[in-house]
């Protein structure tokens, strides 16, 4: 090697050492905060990286709106990420109570008479908020989270989740009466939508009903019973959505698994029309 070259090798070689940590200088800001996409939602409940790997090798995974490819990273706080079109919840600090609420409690957040309310059975931080409403004698399952986006999805007026009651009604109930109930009663505020209705027991002094509506009008389903000559003695909401928990007592929640969370995101954007889904 002659000495007119060793300076053109030595500078060659400088180069090629320099060059890696220029593209990392540059990179290094664009990766701030950003995660591999399997760690993201490994970590949010999908399955192991293999398996969360796999989502994404078969197209069912999104980001933004776009499709993302194995090797591809994220900001989760910053990002929306999705599996199937269903929303991956990655942002700190949601949380979501499925609570038993007992009779004599309102649902709302204060009362102005002093009454109970239902935001007093859960915890106090983070503050959440019920989403729809169950009147004050009604029992059953209700919802509160401070999850902004999917309250809307539930409560929109044509969002159609499923919310399921058990009546207990006075006296005996007639097959008109169901049937009226199935097809749709008139209310004050218009006809409502059909109804799934079967009679669970029926005797001649009590019986029991159970009702599915997708609908979130007040007192619904006991404006629908007094309609079709039924007078409620009780009543209880059994089940929202897909969601169900016969051995959570009155009084008290539980945190919903992150598994369950999705499936109402799921059933609120299969039944919420273009118009209610959020934008991306």
């Known amino acids: 090697m002659t000495r007119s070259q060793t300076p053109n090798l030595v500078t060659d070689l400088a180069m090629t050492a ?28 999908f399955g192991s990286r293999r398996a969360c790997e796999q989502l994404i ?29 269903v929303p991956v919840i990655t942002r700190p600090g949601l949380v979501y109570y ?21 935001v007093e059975l859960v915890p106090r931080e983070p503050r959440v908020f019920p989403v729809g409403r169950l009147d004050f004698e009604t029992e059953g399952l209700l919802l509160l989270t401070n999850d902004g986006e999917l309250a809307q999805l539930l409560t929109h007026p044509r969002h159609g989740v499923g919310k399921t009651y058990l009546a207990e009604v006075t006296g005996a109930v007639e097959p008109g009466a169901i049937r009226a109930l199935r097809e749709g009663v008139d209310l004050d505020d218009g006809r409502t ?14 019986s029991a009903i159970e009702l599915t509506i997708h609908e979130g009008r007040n007192r619904q389903v006991r404006r629908m019973c007094a309609a079709v000559g039924l007078t409620v003695r009780r009543l209880v909401r059994t089940h929202l959505g897909s969601l169900h928990d016969s051995r959570l007592a009155p009084g008290t929640w539980r945190a919903l698994a992150p598994a369950e969370v999705r499936t109402l995101y799921r059933c609120a954007l299969e039944t919420a029309p273009d118009d209610a889904r959020p934008s991306h």
């Open 57 to 85: 090798a078969t197209g069912r995974v999104t980001v933004d709106g776009a499709l993302a490819h194995l090797g591809d990273r994220a900001d989760p706080d910053h990002q929306r990420l999705a599996v199937d079109g």
């Open 193 to 206: 939508a059909p109804a799934r209705v079967h009679v669970v027991q029926s005797g001649p002094d009590r």
């Open 18 to 45: 320099t060059t890696p940590d220029r593209a990392d200088a540059q990179t290094r800001p664009d990766d701030e905060g950003r995660e591999r996409i399997q760690k993201v939602l490994a970590r949010a409940g």
């Open 98 to 118: 499925l609570l038993n609420k007992p009779p004599q409690v309102v649902t709302t957040a204060q009362d102005p008479e002093g009454r109970p309310t239902v």
